[in-house]
C-alpha cells in the first residue's frame, strides 16, 4: 500500500443531501415535475448531476434533461453550501492522514466546478488533488478520472486506498484495483454496501484512520 488515499465528495466527506435534493426539486419545478422526497434523493445520488436528475425526471429526452441539468446548476451553484457540512470527525481525519504523510486526492462524480469549489470552502488545501466530473472524461466507475489524477499527482496506480459511500465506489474500487474502505455514514446502508460487494467497512472517520494507519 502507498501512502496515497482517494476519497469521494458526496456521502463519504461532505453531508450533501440537502442542499442536492432542494436544488433538483427546484429544477424539477421549473419544468412542471413532481416534488421528490429526500430519501428518494438520496437513492438516485452517485452517478453525477445528468443521472441523478434523469431518475427523478423518469424522462430520456435529453434536449428536456439538459434544460433540468441547467436549470439545476444555476441553482446549486447559488446555493450549494447553504447546508452542506463535513461529517462529524471527517476534518481531523483528513489533518491526521496529512500530518503522516499521506498524499489525500478527492475524486467525484460531482460536475468539477463545484467540486473545487465545496472542496476549497471546507478543506483548504488538505487535498493534493480534486477532481470532479467533466463531460470530456467518463464518470466513475469507469477508471479514466483516477488515470488522470494518477497521472498528474506522479502516482503509481498501484497500492492506493478508495474511500466511498456507494455501490458506484465499490465497483470504481474494483476497476481501478484500489484498497476499498467504504463508509456507512453517508448516502447507502450498510446493508447496500455488503450487497455491492464491499469488504471493509467502518462506521466512523476515528474508524477509517485506524483502518488506513494499520
Known amino acids: 500500500?502507498?501512502?496515497?488515499?482517494?476519497?469521494?465528495?458526496?456521502g463519504t466527506v461532505l453531508d450533501t443531501l440537502p442542499d442536492l435534493a432542494k436544488s433538483a426539486n427546484?429544477?424539477?419545478?421549473k419544468l412542471g415535475y413532481p416534488k421528490q422526497s429526500v430519501e428518494t434523493v438520496r437513492s438516485a445520488i452517485g452517478h453525477?448531476?445528468?443521472?441523478?436528475?434523469?431518475?427523478?425526471?423518469?424522462?430520456?429526452?435529453?434536449?428536456?434533461?439538459?434544460?433540468?441539468?441547467?436549470?439545476?446548476?444555476?441553482y446549486y451553484d447559488a446555493h450549494k453550501a447553504d447546508t452542506t457540512k463535513p461529517f462529524d470527525g471527517i476534518v481531523d481525519t483528513l489533518q491526521l492522514?496529512?500530518?503522516?504523510?499521506?498524499?489525500?486526492?478527492?475524486?467525484s462524480n460531482k460536475y468539477d466546478g463545484a467540486t473545487k469549489d465545496l472542496a476549497k470552502r471546507f478543506f483548504g488545501d488538505l487535498f493534493d488533488g480534486v477532481y470532479g466530473s467533466r463531460d470530456d472524461i467518463p464518470a466513475k466507475p469507469n477508471r479514466d478520472l483516477f488515470d488522470l489524477a494518477c497521472k498528474e499527482n506522479g502516482l503509481s496506480c498501484d497500492g492506493i486506498v478508495y474511500v466511498g459511500d456507494s455501490e458506484v465506489d465499490c465497483e470504481f474500487a474494483r476497476n481501478c484495483n484500489m484498497i476499498l474502505i467504504a463508509v456507512d455514514w453517508g448516502f447507502?446502508?450498510?446493508?447496500?454496501?455488503?450487497?455491492?460487494?464491499?469488504?471493509?467497512?467502518v462506521h466512523s472517520p476515528r474508524e477509517l484512520y485506524e483502518r488506513i494507519i494499520g
Do not use: S
Open 1 to 10: 500500500m502507498q501512502k496515497t488515499v482517494f476519497f469521494d465528495l458526496d
Open 26 to 29: 427546484y429544477a424539477l419545478a
Open 48 to 74: 453525477g448531476i445528468r443521472n441523478l436528475l434523469r431518475d427523478l425526471m423518469n424522462c430520456r429526452d435529453e434536449e428536456e434533461l439538459e434544460k433540468c441539468r441547467e436549470i439545476f446548476k444555476e
Open 97 to 107: 492522514l496529512k500530518a503522516d504523510g499521506f498524499k489525500l486526492v478527492l475524486i
Open 188 to 201: 447507502r446502508t450498510h446493508a447496500q454496501l455488503v450487497e455491492a460487494g464491499a469488504k471493509v467497512i
